[in-house]
C-alpha cells in the first residue's frame, strides 16, 4: 500500500535522544524508524543547578539519523513535522550570515559554534525561588518554573547581560531546527512550545507583553507565534534525499506529540516516561476544567484543535533510573571495572524481575519538582534485607510511578472517566518492571505500544494539520 503513497518525515528532538519516522499517510503507519542518543550533556559552570546541552551536537545527531534512513523513501517525503523537549531555550544570531552552514554534499548543516548558545534546558534550576519571586507574576496566573524559557531568559538578562547582548533570536532546540531547515531569518514558535515557555496567554495566543516589558525583559528574542499546526516555512534545500521546497510545520511540543500518536478514545490517558515522565488525558471541552478536590498536580496544556490536555509532569522519569545507572557504572569504575550502561541496564532489570517486591523505599525527586523545587531524592526503610541490586532497581521503579500517581491519582483519572493508559516512550518500553508497576499502582488495563511515539505524533500532525483551516 505503501510503494508509492507520499510519506511524512515525523522528529522528535528529545532530551536523551533524537527519533525520526517515516510515515505512510495512506496506512498511517511508520515504514523506517532511526533513534541516536545526542550525548549533548555538557558541565554546567553553575554546577547542578545549570542543564545545558550542546546544540551542534544535538543537530549532528539529527542529522546522523536522517541519513539512516533509505534514500529511496526520503525522496518521497512531501512534509515535514517536528516536535521536542519544551520549555528549553537556545540563542543565536542570525544577521547577514545564517548560523549555519550546509554542506556540499546536502547531508548536513554545520553550525557555527560561535553564533549560537548552549540549549539551557527544563531541568534547569538555575532560577531558584528567591529568583523566581523577583519576577512579576505571571497575568494569566500559569506557573512559572525554574526551566521555562522566560524564566531563563530573565536570568541572563540580570545575571549576564552581555551573553544575552550576543544574539537575536531565541526558540527551543526544535524551533531552531525549523529555522535551520527553512533558512528562516527569524523562528516562528508554536502557541504549545510558547506556553511551556512562560508569561503567554493561550487565550489570546500572546506573549504578556506589558508585564514583561516592565519588568525590564528583553522582548525583542520572543518568537512570533502561531497556530500548532501552522506551516513555518519550506525546506531550503534537499537534505539527505528529503526534496526541497516540501512544506515544514512550526515545531511542537513533545508531550502533545507523544499523546496524538497514540489516543483514540476519550476513555484513554497516555503515559509517558520518557527522560521526564507525564500522564495526561484531554479535557473534553474547549474550556479547561479539572477538579482540583485531590492534592493532584495538573497543569493544563495546550494539544491541538483548541482542546486542552490535563497534565501530571514531573520532573523525575527516566532521568531518575539513568542517574542511578550511571552511578553504578562509576562505583564500578571507581572499583576499576568499566561496564558499558546497556549491560548494568540489562543486569539491574533481570535482577529486579526476580525480586518479588521491595520494602526499600525511594522517593526519586532528584530534581525536585517544578511545585516543590526544594525537595530533593531520599531512600528510606534500608533493612539489611532489601539492599540487593535488584531490590534498589526495583524500589526506584517503584518510586517513579508512585511520585507520578500522587501528581495524579487513579481517583482523579476514574472521576474523569479514564478506563486506560496508554504507554509510550523509551524508558518505559525498554522497562518492564516500570510496565509492572504501573499496572500494579493504577489497577487500570494498560497498553504499551513501543511503535507510538513523539515523532509518529509530530507526522502525524503535519499530515492531519498543516495547511488544513483549522
Ligand atoms: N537500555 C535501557 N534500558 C532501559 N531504559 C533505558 C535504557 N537506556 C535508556 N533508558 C531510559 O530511557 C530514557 C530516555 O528515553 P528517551 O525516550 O530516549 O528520552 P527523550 O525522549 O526524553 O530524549 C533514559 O532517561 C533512561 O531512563
Ligand atoms: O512540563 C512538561 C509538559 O507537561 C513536560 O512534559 C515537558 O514537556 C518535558 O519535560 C520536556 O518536554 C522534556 O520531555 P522529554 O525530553 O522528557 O521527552
Redesign the pocket.
Known sequence: MCEENPLVLGIDI???SIKVGLLCVASNKIVAFQTKDTQANVPSELGHEGHKQNAPKIMSALHVCVSRLPSHLTKRVTSIGICG???GVMFWEYDDDAPWVKTDDSTRYDVTPNSVSSLYT?QDSRCDPEFLDSLPRPSSGAMLASGYGTATIFWFHRNRTEKLEKYNCAGTIQDFAVAMLCNMHRPVMSVQNAK?WGYFDVAKKQWERGVLEEAGFPVGLLPEVVTSGHQAGLLADTWNGVPAGIPVMAAL???QCSVLSVLHHSDDAVL?I???A?MAFVLPSAEPYISRDHNAVI?L?PYFEGKFLA?A?TLN?GNALATFITMLQHWMLDLGYHVPQSTLWDKAIELASKCEDSDLEVKPTLLGERGDPTTHASVSNITLGNISLGKTFKASCVGVITNLHRMMPRELLLENNISRILGT?SALSKNKILQEEVKMIYQLPVVFDSKSD?ALGAALAASKYMNKAS
Do not use: I, R
Open positions: 528529545g532530551t536523551t523537549q519544551m520549555h527544563w511551556s511540543g513533545d508531550l509517558n520518557s527522560t521526564s507525564q497543569e496544556w497534565v509532569a522519569g516512550g513523539a
